[in-house]
C-alpha cells in the first residue's frame, strides 16, 4: 500500500480523536511559547544582572514561578493527551480488526496462520498507536519550534541564525534515506516477529506432542533460527538508527560550535550583547535538537506507518458476511436438504474433492456418510455450512438454492458437534450458554442433564462455573464431548451434523456419550460422519464416499446384501475390533 493510502487511512481513525488532537495542538503551542519564554527569561535576566537591576529581581522570580506552573501543567496534559489519542487509537484498531478476524472467509484463515494474524491485534497495533500519539506529535511540533526558535534568531542576530539554518537541509536528507531504511527493516522484522509468534502457538498447543516424542531441542533450535533473524533485523535498525543519530549529531554539533564561535566573536567585538548570546544557545538547542532528533522521529513514523500497512491488509481482507449475525440464532423450521451434482475444489489444489456428489433428507431423517480418510465427508459439511462456495451444482434447504441465503440464515439450521470438540477458555456454563443467546440457567442445567453432563459437572467442586482451561484441558476428552453435545442440544437446531469422534473412550464414557448423542438426535435430521459403523447400523440411509464421490447409498442391511464396498468396510472394521478383543482377551 502506498505511504499516502497508509496515512489516509490512519487518518480515518485519527479524526475520531480530533477533540484531543485540538487539545494536543493548543499544548504543543504552549509549549513552543514556553521553550522561547525561557530563552527571553535567560537573556532579559543576564541583562539586568549585567546592567546591575536589582529590583527587578522578586518580578524575575514571580514571573518564573507562575511560568513553572504553567510548563508542569501543561507537560501533564501534553503527555497525558498523547498517550489517549494513542490508546483510543489502538481500541478502536483492536476492535476493527477484531471483528474483521470473525468476518474472514474460511479460505482466508486456510492461508494466514492464526498466530500471524494474532501478531496484527497486539504488536503491530501497539506500535500503530504509539505512532498516531507521542511519534506524530513530535515530529510537528519540532518543526515549529525549529521555525519559532529561527524567527527568535534573526530578530537577535540575522548573520547567525542563518548559519544555524544550514543542519536544515542535512536533517531533511539523512530522514529521507534512514526513514527509507528503516521501513523496509521494520517490514521484514514484523513478518518474521508474525511468523515466530505463529510458530510459539503451534508449539504451546502441543504440549503433549512435543514431551512425549522428545522434541524440545528440535523446537529449541528452530525457535532459535527465528530468534537469530529477529536479533539479525533489530541489529540492523539499531544501526539505522545508530547511524541516523550519529550523522545528525555530529552535524548539529558541528553547526552548533561554528555558532558559538561566531557568536562569542560577535560579543567580543561589542555588536552582541552577553544576554542574546546566553538567549543564543538556549535557541540553539532548540533549533539543532529538534533538527537532530527528526530523522530517527521520521524513521519511528515510518516503521508505524508499516505496521499499520500489515493490520490494512487484513482489514482488507474478504470477508464472508458484511456485519457480525446474530448471536445463538437457530431457525425452528426444515423439510429438506438436496445436494445436486455438487463438484468442489479447494483452491490450493488443481483436483476436485467433491465430484458430482448428490443427495436427498428429508425431516427427521439420520443419514450416515461413511469412508476412507481423505474421502471428502468433513469438507462435506464444510460446504453445507457455506464455508466455501461451491464450484458447480446445487444445495438447496427447503427447496431454496444455499448461495441465495444469508450465511446467518444458512447456519440458522445447523448445530455442529465436531470431532475435536473446541471448548472456549471460561468457565463450563459460559461454553454450554454459546449455544443459546440470553440462555435461562434451567436451560442450561436441562441441556447438560440432556447430554449426560450434569452429574461430573455438580461433581466438581465448583460445579457449573468450573474453569475448562484453554480449549478445555482441565477436562477429560469424554467430558468436553459431553458439553459439546450440550451446547447443541441449547441451539435446538433441526439439523444436525455429527462428526462422530475417533478418539476411543472408555465403555462407559461411550455409553454416556452415545446415549448423549441419541437424545440430541431426536426429532432432528442428523448427518453424521461415522467412524466406527457399528454405530450407524440404523441409520435411514449411508452415505458411502470415496475419492470425492458417493459410490454406494442405502440402508445397511441392504448395502451389507449387496456385498460391495459397505460390506468391505463393515466386515473389515468387525473383523479388526474381533481381533483387537481377541488380543485384549489373550493379555
Ligand atoms: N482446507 C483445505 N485446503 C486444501 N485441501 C483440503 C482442505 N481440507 C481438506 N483438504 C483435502 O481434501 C480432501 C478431503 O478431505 P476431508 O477432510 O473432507 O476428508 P474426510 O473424508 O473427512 O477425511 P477423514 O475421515 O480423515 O476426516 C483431502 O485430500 C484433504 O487433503
Redesign the pocket.
Known sequence: MSQSKTMNRLFFYMKRQRLLYTGLTFTMLLGVALDLWIAWFLSSVTNAASAGEMERWPFFIGLGTVVLLFIGLNSYLDHYWKTKVSVNIRKDMRNDTMEQLLKVSV?YR?DNHSGELLSRITTDNQAVGDGCGHTLMSLIKNPILIMASFVYLLLIHWQLALICLAIGPLTVLIGGIFGKLMRSNTGKLQETLGHMSAFLQDVLGGVAVYKTFGLERKLLRKFSRHNATIVQLETNGGKVEGAATSVSEVFGNLTFLIAILVAAFWVAKGSLEVGAMLAFIQLMNYLVGPFMQLPGQWASFQGSLGRADRIFSLLDAPTEVENLPEEGYANKVFSSLTMSDVIFQ????SIP?LDSVCFHATGGEVVAVV??????????F?LLLGFYPITTGKISIDGINIAEMSLHELRGYFAYVP?ENHLFTGTIRDNIADGKADASEDEIINAARSANAYDFIMGMEEGLDTQVGERGTRLSGGQKQRISIARAILRNAPVLLLDEATAALDNESERLVQDALLKLMAGRTTLV?A?RLSTITHADRILV?EN?RIVESGHHTELMRQRERYYQLYTTQLQKEVNHQEMLEQD
Open positions: 479460505p486456510d479447494y483452491s490450493s489444489s474433492v469412508g476412507a480418510s481423505g474421502g471428502g465427508k468433513s469438507t462435506l464444510k470431532q460422519i467412524h464416499m470425492g
